[in-house]
């Protein structure tokens, strides 16, 4: 009886802290502005916001990054935080290729799955994509990170690719 009581516990906890900021109440919901001078180069661009949205057992998270008038580009990613899902984004561009020759290649979509971390005050995705290169198709994989501050007012990107050997950090505020 107690073994049974002690895995019901468990699996309430697990549940719980699954979906502990799923919904419109989700602390990560929001439009956060970047903060330059915290985070790491973001050139050419001149500035990114993201604006988090629940939707039901989804999250949008919607980059947008400002060059000039005439450059500017959305990248919008739809997740479902469950630790098993694929969402299949679209995607017409690799915004983070300024300086490298590389265009979004394969199917020309980013392929994401996420989940919560820390009783869901980190969201975690793992997005594979496909980069078209001189040479063909190259498999990317990126780790990324969204961390909430305590007071719910900071979030810090964190972002791991396969294509570089550095992490990236991206500290945004409530904008």
Not at 75 to 80: A, G, M, S, T
Not at 145 to 157: F, G, I, P, Q, W
Request: net charge positive; hydrophobic share 35%; aromatic share 12%.
């Amino acid at each position: 009886m107690r073994k049974h009581l002690l895995v019901a516990l468990s699996l309430c906890w697990i549940c719980s802290a699954g979906f502990a900021f799923a919904g419109d109440a989700s602390p990560f919901k929001g439009r956060w502005k970047l903060d330059p001078a915290r985070s790491s180069s973001i050139r050419p661009w001149a500035n990114i916001t993201l604006e988090i949205t629940p939707k039901g057992e989804t999250f949008e998270l919607k980059r947008t990054l400002f060059w000039t008038i005439a450059k500017q580009g959305t990248e919008l990613l739809v997740v479902r935080p469950d630790d098993h899902t694929v969402t299949d984004n679209p995607a017409k561009y690799w915004f983070d290729s300024a300086y490298n020759n590389a265009y979004i290649g394969g199917d020309h979509q980013q392929h994401v799955t996420a989940g919560w971390l820390d009783g869901g005050r980190i969201l975690r995705l793992e997005i594979t994509l496909s980069l078209e290169m001189q040479q063909g198709d190259y498999p990317v994989h990126i780790y990324r990170e969204y961390r909430l501050s305590a007071d719910h007012n900071t979030l810090k990107v964190y972002e791991l690719r396969s294509t570089r050997d550095q992490a990236l950090t991206f500290t945004y505020t409530r904008a």
